[in-house]
């Protein structure tokens, strides 16, 4: 990124004595000197008494938000193995239940607004009444806990209600977004056989109306278990009638069941009873179904989003996502600390490349989420929000979904505002959380995540399994999260969960990320380690490569893979993406070359830089490296990556077409 010359572990922030005196985490850390006698020096101590003494932090979590279990509990934890960690035996409770406990009557539960559509709110009043009355309907229909609810929605305000009508009767919640093909969509939820599907019939992006009407008749022939298609009229709905026939509309099942509703009772359900799937980006196979519980979700939601994200009641947050990121269930989950989230839906640099930060300004975000792609593209196109828009409210920011480099980091103080906590995430959505990210009450370093998140017991491990300190290794967890996946749908004897997160380490989560950790406790999350370049057995991070290419102008993306030939040889091809109207040339790719050697090493350098149309990624922004090097190494396209996962399919025909000559291959072989 432009201006300021930055390196990685400058100091470029430190929270003032005010701000951490009124952190929700200072007062954890007073309750538990005051109620259990436990007092720590710093964070670093917190965090170590919170992933040792398991039983004391979470059970401190459940007393501190008060979670409400409608039958007796007979302890913590029954068994810490892993897998298999049973938490909270005994207990019955719901999610749902304790989110519309967390309401502020006569104020706004959440903010949504669309590209046709203006900032609206729906309050929490009109919330709790919409919830009861689809559950109710839900349960005149016939879903029962534990069936499966659908949605092929995107980020509205009915999305949001229907998930809490959805898991308060303890039915199962499971969505995507609009924007997924046909095969994507069935891929994911013909494996979890929905009984309901909500869906609306078009959406607009980037000020083109998609009509989705011939994709959603596909997707219900293709769903044999589908008992009830319902029709939710979105802001940019195509037409007004049902999008099928026999399919109920929206409104009339609100009024449908409204009064039934009057007596609404909660499903209050067994601790690690099923609350979500999750699936993972399916970009080199079939998507995995990650259950999530109740039980493990409101634990781990209270604790992230009170303690370390520090969000409080009647404030306005936001993150821009779709409904199939786990980032909307981390956003809807905001309800539970009564804050209000924001929903957008549409494109985040349509009409304008600032649309977002007006949005902040008009409702007085304190706080702002995105990736760092997103925020690449608004400094090449010099947006300074800073200069713009009102952001007096705006507390912190969180730049999450991909390795966030030093320039990144630095970008937000100089032109958004020089008094802001930059809360560096990263997680997944096998956990749907965060492991390692912000604290409110540390000083944020230039490249740096902040620390791992209380009861995240997170290192990096070497290739002998041994916890290393500012070295490169795995992403472990060493010790259970309540928000680890009860299994995967279908997945009857774990053989597929445990070969995911537990072949390389037994009993050791390793979630497949290239991790280090430096002596302070400050992290860096490196990118995916199925994705490690290997020059001559030298293990290289995809990160370190594009971290230094930010500072040339002329690139807008990159994508690098190391491909292993025979004879132990290796072709290490650099694809980059130019500003419109640039050629590469001679010169630029000598300056490519000079600048890895210079910033890193020789072995960081490419054996060819090709230049491409687009750089092949997810729907959520991810670049899509190892589904290239399949498809590279002659694995077919069709094998090697599902393209409705992709944010563009086309941008992978330039790969499938430049295998097919292997010319670069053999030359280099």
Known sequence: MRAGAVTEGDLLWTPDPARIAASNLHAFSAWLRRERGLEFADYRELWQWSTTDLEGFWQAIWDY???????????????????????????????????????RPSEDALLFL????????????ALGAQVRSVATALRELGVAPGDRVAAYLPNIAQTVVAMLATTSIGAVWVACSPD?????????????????????????????????????????????SLQHVVHVPGPDSQDPSPVLPGALPWHALLARSALGAGQFEFARLPFAHPLWILFSSGTTGLPKPIIHSHGGILLEMNKLLHLMMDFKAGERVFFFTTTGWMMWNFLTSSLLTGACPVFYDGNPAYPAPDVLWRMAQDCGASFFGASPTYIDMLDKAGIVPGERYDLSALRAVMPAGSPVSPACTAWFYRNVKPDLWVATGSGG????????????????????????????????????????????????????????????WGDTDGRRYRESYFEEFPGVWRHGDRFRVNRRGGCFVLGRSDATLNRQGVRIGTAEIY?????????????????????????????????????????????????????????HVPDKVIQVPLIPTTL?????????????????????????????????????????TQTDYALHA
């Open 65 to 103: 938000f008060d979670i409400r279990s409608s039958s007796p509990v007979e302890r913590v934890l029954a068994s810490r193995q892993m897998p298999g960690a049973q938490w909270f035996p005994g207990a019955r409770l719901n999610y749902a239940e304790h989110v519309l406990r967390s309401a």
């Open 114 to 125: 669309s590209e046709t559509a203006p900032l609206a709110a729906l309050g929490w009043d």
């Open 180 to 224: 997924f093909g046909t095969r994507g969509v069935v891929d994911r939820l013909a494996q979890v056989e929905p009984k309901v599907l909500f869906c609306v019939d078009g959406y607009r992006y980037g000020g083109k109306d998609f009509d989705r009407r011939p994709a959603l008749r596909e997707i219900v022939a293709a769903l044999g």
């Open 429 to 488: 959505t096998d956990c749907c959380t965060g492991f390692v990210g912000g604290v409110p009450t540390l000083p944020v370093y230039a490249g740096e995540i902040q620390a791992p998140a209380l009861g995240v017991a997170a290192q990096a491990f070497n290739e002998a399994g041994q916890a290393v300190i500012d070295e490169v290794g795995e992403l472990v967890i060493t010790a259970p999260l309540p928000s680890m996946p009860v299994g995967f």
């Open 547 to 603: 971290r230094a290419l930010q500072a040339l102008e002329e690139i807008q993306d990159a994508l690098v893979v190391s491909l292993d030939l025979p004879e132990q040889k290796f072709f290490m091809p650099l694809f980059v993406r130019l500003r419109d109207g640039l050629v590469l040339d001679d010169g630029l790719r000598a300056r490519i070359c000079a600048r890895l050697r210079q910033e890193y090493t020789p072995r």
């Open 620 to 660: 959520t922004g991810k670049r899509m490296e190892v589904p290239v090097r399949r498809i590279l190494l002659g694995v077919a396209p069709e094998v090697a990556v599902d393209r409705s996962a992709m944010a563009e399919g086309a941008a992978l025909d330039f790969f499938v077409a430049y295998a097919r």
